[in-house]
């Protein structure tokens, strides 16, 4: 894939033709900023869906984000003509379990994906059942990764009307050349994997016409270890990393960090050459994503398709002195998320503040379709939100992580509101820690051994407790693991 230089078109044009001043959207132009129009003549058409998932893509790892080099033109557009979830979080930080989350609307303790070693139990329901149930024709592309090996019959039951994934790596796939499952049918494709899922998606479309569509394409990048095409390779090496000062003065906390170290995850190289890699990964998978996106202008159903971007967890990049992500500290939990939703949102390129959560996308998607939600679910409807109404939204929201051997992190509890953090570790193993986000926004002091915060203490476990009890955690577990 040759590198394309961005084209940013300022003049108001409709996308199809956006796309043919700016290039193959395929090679890595980009699209143009104007806002989808919804049909204003005749009935209302049912909208279509399209749930894009990457891995390990913290929050501020887009341009449009304030990234300081690193360009994501086709989701800024995502963004440009829809909305960006500012305050966008996960529930768990781990691969697995947050994948279900999104899936089910439901948190970790609920659906049973607890870490990346647990199953998926097919009792769970996923929204692309009740989306195919309604009509839609359904779609899993991509990274299944639960529990991390095999891959579940959601095909064959009829459940799903396209299931395409792999298990190469335990999972995790491989980023040339991967063997993929089509329907239950071994396929081996050729190339770059994030352009091979691409064309899956791609694909996908074409045989959905004429169909109103609902796919779930989850993209392996950006996850360790990082590999790019040749044209991506080095192409951030002059750029400076904004590398936190904890790092620069002790590295990394080899306690939690040995997983990563040089017979690790990173490959024997340095950390600062890692996030390079990391970078030209997203942007491998930015370009390549334009693909499907100029299919579905192809078509000229951008008007009535709602396109939904998030991460799967954050990540770590030496704050704390750490790597990774698993623990409750923001650089971890925080993610991506963007919206473009036609005839929902009235005014493109919003910025939302509203603290939204993975366990949000199934139940949005859902009601964004006009259906019933499960009594079951969790998590809550962002499409108010896209229309500008936030009366009642949460104010605070559980985040839950459990033990995921070999990893040393030992599972946590924690309680976030908009300017305060307090979490608990399992059996004490380390000691508890709260933070006001709203003076210490990178969470450097730990307020809660001081005496002068026990009252404030004292209501951000009361607050955890009642989140505990509303989520229905397990009150063996919370009364003997964490003594709450």
Same mark, same amino acid.
């Given at each position: 894939?040759?590198?394309?230089?961005?084209?940013?078109?300022?003049?108001?044009?409709? @996308?199809?033709?956006?796309?043919?001043?700016?290039?193959?959207?395929?090679?890595?132009?980009?699209?143009?900023?104007?806002?989808?129009?919804?049909?204003?003549?005749?009935?209302?058409?049912?909208?279509?869906?399209?749930?894009?998932?990457?891995?390990?893509? @913290?929050?501020?790892?887009?341009?449009?984000?304030?990234?300081?080099?690193?360009?994501?033109?086709?989701?800024?557009?995502? !963004?440009?003509?829809?909305?960006?979830?500012?305050?966008?979080?996960?529930?768990?930080?781990?691969?697995?379990?947050?994948?279900?989350?999104?899936?089910?609307?439901?948190?970790?303790?609920?659906?049973?994906?607890?870490?990346?070693?647990?199953?998926?139990?097919?009792?769970?329901?996923?929204?692309?059942?009740?989306?195919?149930?309604?009509?839609? $024709?359904?779609?899993?592309?991509?990274?299944?990764?639960?529990?991390?090996?095999?891959?579940?019959?959601?095909?064959?039951?009829?459940?799903?009307?396209?299931?395409?994934?792999?298990?190469?790596?335990?999972?995790?796939?491989?980023?040339?050349?991967?063997?993929?499952?089509?329907?239950?049918?071994?396929?081996?494709?050729?190339?770059?994997?994030?352009?091979?899922?691409?064309?899956?998606?791609?694909?996908?479309?074409?045989?959905?016409?004429?169909?109103?569509?609902?796919?779930?394409?989850?993209?392996?990048? !950006?996850?360790?270890?990082?590999?790019?095409?040749?044209?991506?390779?080095?192409?951030?090496?002059?750029?400076?990393?904004?590398?936190?000062?904890?790092?620069?003065?002790?590295?990394?906390?080899? @306690?939690?960090?040995?997983?990563?170290?040089?017979?690790?995850?990173?490959?024997?190289?340095?950390?600062?050459?890692?996030? @390079?890699?990391?970078?030209?990964?997203?942007? !491998?998978?930015?370009?390549?994503?334009?693909?499907?996106?100029?299919?579905?202008?192809?078509?000229?159903?951008?008007?009535?398709?709602?396109?939904?971007?998030?991460?799967?967890?954050?990540?770590?990049?030496?704050?704390?002195?750490?790597?990774?992500?698993? $623990?409750?500290?923001?650089?971890?939990?925080?993610?991506?998320?963007?919206?473009?939703?036609?005839?929902?949102?009235?005014?493109?390129?919003?910025?939302?503040?509203?603290?939204?959560?993975?366990?949000?996308?199934?139940?949005?998607?859902?009601?964004?379709?006009?259906?019933?939600?499960?009594?079951?679910?969790?998590?809550?409807?962002?499409?108010?939100?896209?229309?500008?109404?936030?009366?009642?939204?949460?104010?605070?929201?559980?985040?839950?992580?459990?033990?995921?051997?070999?990893?040393?992190?030992?599972?946590?509890?924690?309680?976030?509101?908009?300017?305060?953090?307090?979490?608990?570790?399992?059996?004490?193993?380390?000691?508890? +820690?709260?933070?006001?986000?709203?003076?210490?926004?990178?969470?450097?002091?730990?307020?809660?051994?001081?005496?002068?915060?026990?009252?404030?203490?004292? +209501?951000?476990?009361?607050?955890?407790?009642?989140?505990?009890?509303?989520?229905?955690?397990?009150?063996?577990?919370?009364?003997?693991?964490?003594?709450?």
């Amino acid at each position: 894939m040759p590198v394309i230089k961005e084209k940013f078109l300022t003049r108001k044009i409709n @996308r199809r033709q956006a796309i043919k001043t700016a290039g193959l959207a395929a090679s890595g132009a980009v699209l143009a900023s104007a806002s989808p129009l919804a049909k204003k003549t005749g009935a209302p058409e049912k909208l279509n869906f399209l749930f894009i998932l990457t891995d390990d893509q @913290r929050w501020d790892a887009l341009s449009i984000a304030g990234h300081p080099f690193l360009k994501t033109p086709n989701l800024d557009w995502i !963004a440009r003509t829809g909305a960006r979830f500012t305050n966008a979080f996960v529930t768990t930080s781990l691969c697995s379990p947050s994948r279900a989350c999104f899936l089910t609307g439901k948190y970790a303790h609920i659906h049973g994906v607890t870490n990346n070693i647990t199953p998926w139990r097919e009792q769970n329901t996923a929204y692309l059942e009740l989306m195919k149930q309604s009509g839609y $024709f359904t779609g899993f592309i991509g990274k299944w990764h639960m529990p991390g090996k095999g891959l579940p019959d959601l095909y064959g039951t009829g459940r799903v009307d396209r299931f395409i994934s792999f298990t190469a790596v335990a999972g995790q796939g491989k980023y040339f050349n991967c063997p993929m499952f089509v329907n239950g049918k071994k396929e081996d494709p050729r190339g770059y994997i994030s352009d091979v899922l691409n064309d899956y998606a791609v694909q996908f479309l074409k045989d959905a016409q004429g169909k109103n569509f609902c796919p779930y394409l989850a993209h392996k990048a !950006a996850h360790a270890q990082f590999a790019t095409p040749a044209p991506y390779k080095g192409m951030y090496k002059n750029d400076k990393l904004c590398l936190p000062p904890e790092y620069l003065d002790k590295g990394l906390d080899a @306690r939690y960090a040995s997983m990563h170290l040089p017979m690790g995850l990173l490959g024997g190289n340095d950390m600062e050459k890692e996030e @390079r890699k990391y970078f030209e990964t997203i942007k !491998a998978l930015d370009d390549s994503l334009a693909r499907v996106f100029e299919e579905l202008d192809r078509q000229k159903i951008l008007d009535r398709t709602v396109i939904i971007f998030a991460g799967d967890n954050g990540y770590l990049w030496g704050e704390h002195n750490l790597i990774d992500k698993r $623990f409750a500290f923001e650089e971890s939990i925080r993610i991506p998320f963007l919206v473009c939703a036609p005839g929902i949102i009235q005014s493109p390129g919003k910025n939302i503040d509203a603290m939204t959560l993975n366990i949000d996308l199934a139940p949005s998607i859902l009601d964004m379709a006009g259906l019933p939600l499960p009594a079951d679910m969790q998590g809550a409807s962002f499409k108010p939100l896209l229309s500008g109404k936030n009366d009642g939204w949460r104010q605070s929201f559980l985040y839950e992580y459990f033990y995921d051997a070999p990893y040393p992190v030992p599972g946590l509890v924690a309680v976030r509101t908009a300017d305060m953090k307090y979490v608990r570790y399992e059996n004490n193993k380390l000691p508890e +820690e709260m933070y006001d986000l709203g003076k210490d926004p990178k969470e450097k002091t730990n307020l809660a051994p001081d005496p002068g915060r026990k009252i404030q203490k004292q +209501e951000m476990v009361s607050l955890l407790k009642t989140l505990l009890d509303k989520t229905g955690y397990p009150e063996k577990d919370r009364a003997e693991k964490f003594k709450l």
